[in-house]
């Protein structure tokens, strides 16, 4: 038995159909799935109803964990509310469990702090209602990039403290978008799902990595996955742990199986191996 539960996000393989993609989790023994808005030629955008996403993850046994993801939410507008509209009845009759929200990144956005801020608390009111009637949860996801609207976890708790829908939001903890912020808080109670990825280049600054940098984790991670994962279990958290690489590399590997089966066998050895 693994130490903690993986999830594979789309992301890990984005030239997979999603038939194949399931069926790439279902061989590393991985029960939850995210699928995606944002890959050509595949599910969501290539016109697949959500009620034949639903079967072939049930026929495989899997889970949807969630949709990934309404982008621009904290930028709230009659456009957006259609847009979140929409994910969430995909959502729901896909059988996913969440919808994962993005905020602004980069730009032109250069509001003042009390404009931001307050720009959050308007989407998360307007985003509750429709999350609600799916009958789905909203996974806020900070991005840790210095141009990004919504860096900090600290900031998003709060925001949903003070509009008062606890109990519809949660946070996506990203390990990548962790470092790069350079934010030491975590909330294991808070967090809905966690995104691992590794970054092996050492070429540049933590505060300069983008999403080319992230690959699968393996011993040369430099942004401490291990001690990410550790603290977020032994603070409670105990849902998925979900693969997204972004690096160009990690796409185009004709075995991704056999690279994602020793990521997999990577991280769980110094897990066993801390906990000894």
């Known amino acids: 038995m693994r130490m903690v539960r993986f999830a594979l996000n789309h992301m890990v393989a984005p030239r997979l159909g999603h038939a194949a993609f399931f069926d790439l989790a279902g061989a590393l023994g991985i029960d939850a799935i995210e699928i995606r808005n944002d890959l050509q030629d595949v599910a969501i955008l290539d016109g697949t109803p959500a009620a ?3 079967e072939d993850a049930r026929s495989r046994g899997l889970s949807v964990r969630s949709i990934n993801a309404l982008q621009r939410f904290n930028e709230w507008s009659p456009v957006r509310a259609e847009e979140a509209r929409a994910l969430a009845d995909y959502a729901a009759g896909c059988g996913a469990a969440a919808l994962v929200l993005c905020p602004v990144n980069g730009g032109n956005w250069q509001l003042a702090d009390s404009a931001r801020l307050s720009g959050l608390r308007e989407a998360l009111e307007g985003l509750a209602p429709i999350l609600e009637a799916a009958g789905i949860e909203g996974l806020v996801e900070p991005l840790g ?7 900090l ?15 519809r ?3 996506v903890h990203d390990t990548f ?3 790069v912020a350079g934010e030491a808080e975590i909330f294991p109670a808070r967090t ?6 590794g970054v092996a280049d050492r070429s540049s600054p933590v505060s300069a990595l983008r999403d080319p940098h992230r690959v699968l984790i393996g011993g040369d991670d430099r942004i401490d996955n291990i001690g990410q994962i550790r603290a977020l279990v032994a603070g409670g958290y105990q849902g998925y742990f979900s693969f997204e690489p972004f690096a160009k590399e ?7 199986e056999g690279a994602l089966r020793a990521s997999l066998a990577y991280v769980d050895q110094e897990l066993r191996a801390a906990a000894a």
């Open 169 to 171: 939001f949660r946070l």
């Open 250 to 256: 990690i796409h185009e590997i004709n075995d991704i």
């Open 52 to 54: 034949r996403i639903a």
């Open 145 to 151: 990039f210095p141009e990004c609207s919504l860096r």
């Open 153 to 167: 976890k600290r900031e998003a708790v709060d925001a949903i403290d003070d509009v008062g829908v606890s109990n």
């Open 177 to 179: 978008h962790h470092a």
């Open 192 to 197: 809905g799902l966690v995104h691992i990825s």
